[in-house]
């Protein structure tokens, strides 16, 4: 079964650390893979996804298919990126093809 | 505004009673999506439309839940008989239907069920 983990559920980093925020996934092939963000008093929305390979406000993540993992990271972390992290992932074939797998959702705060 | 639009975006209900939902989502988007957020968790997939087909539904969708989107556009999540394990964020999200991947989500409407 499609299964999307994130083992922190909050994550404290001062600005300019660097942040790496975890995602393991369990599927039997070849997934699509996404985070999405939810800033305070905003709507959940997509920050990037595996197979766009760019890196979105800094941030980037590769998809290990060896560790099963899709992390998110970025060098050096700005107040702004506080927010709540989820995990997303996407079959690509079944009869689950129209929905997303979310993680529980990391909360990063990054502290001045 | 142009994004998905949901209404009630609070709605606090006893025990026993029915409540309704609506969603309208982004005009040109053909795919429209139910999710449901309880708290510390992320959001569950309900069910999907393309269209006005009901596309596919979830086991969390019981008979006392039903959804429909009749003309292709604004949705509609009924919940019968709510129980107090109803009590939850439900989330509206479109799509176009060529990009699944990237949904774009309303403000929710937040059931609390006395």
């Known amino acids: 079964a499609q299964r999307v983990t994130q083992p922190e559920k909050l994550l404290s980093v001062f600005k300019g650390a660097p942040v790496e925020l975890k995602c393991n996934y369990s599927?039997?092939?070849?997934?699509?893979l996404f985070w999405y963000v939810q800033y305070s008093r905003q709507r959940l929305q997509l920050l990037l996804r595996?197979?766009s390979r760019e890196s979105i406000k800094g941030f980037t993540a590769d998809l290990n298919k060896g560790e099963t993992s899709f992390h998110l990271k970025k060098p050096f972390a700005q107040e702004e990126d506080s927010a709540m992290y989820y995990c997303?992932?996407?079959?690509?074939?079944?009869?689950?093809?129209?929905?997303?797998?979310f993680g529980r959702g990391t909360q990063l705060t990054v502290w001045p | 505004d142009t994004g998905v639009s949901q209404n009630p975006r609070h709605k606090i209900t006893k025990r026993g009673q029915n409540v309704t939902f609506r969603c309208d989502p982004i005009?040109?988007?053909?795919?429209l999506y139910w999710y449901r957020q309880t708290l510390g968790q992320g959001p569950e997939f309900l069910t999907y439309?393309?269209?006005?087909?009901?596309?596919?539904k979830s086991r969390l969708l019981s008979d006392r839940f039903s959804a429909e989107r009749p003309k292709g556009s604004f949705s509609t999540l009924e919940i019968q008989r709510t129980e107090q394990g109803d009590s939850a964020m439900y989330l509206c999200?479109?799509?176009?239907?060529?990009?699944?991947?990237?949904?774009?989500f309303g403000e929710g409407s937040r059931l609390t069920v006395l």
């Open positions: 999200a479109s799509s176009l239907k060529g990009d699944t991947g990237e949904l774009f």
């Open positions: 599927y039997s092939g070849s997934p699509e």
């Open positions: 595996h197979i």
């Open positions: 997303a992932l996407k079959a690509v074939r079944g009869s689950t093809l129209g929905r997303l797998y």
């Open positions: 005009s040109e988007h053909n795919r």
């Open positions: 439309f393309q269209n006005e087909a009901q596309l596919e």
